[in-house]
């Protein structure tokens, strides 16, 4: 029984965390934000929808769980 309970706790996690990384990825597409400055992205996603603040680390602009992919002059050239 306690295994179940266990069992079904970390699957109801599991989808919760899904349905959000879902929630954030039509956000970001909604957005456009391909062919834009890094500083207009990051205005234009703050705050996501887990609540946190966006960053820039490595070429990309983090979005949770989404990478903006930046060139070398700043401009998000994509999503992964």
Request: proline share 2%.
């Amino acid at each position: 029984m306690l295994d179940t309970t266990i069992t079904l706790k970390y699957a109801v996690d599991s989808y919760k965390s899904t349905e959000k990384a879902l929630e954030q990825a039509i956000r970001v597409a909604n957005l456009n934000v391909v062919g834009i400055t890094a500083e207009d992205a990051l205005e234009q996603l703050s705050p996501t929808v887990n609540g946190l603040t966006p960053f820039e680390k490595e070429g990309c602009i983090n979005v949770t769980q989404i990478c903006l992919e930046l060139d070398e002059y700043r401009m998000v050239t994509g999503v992964r």
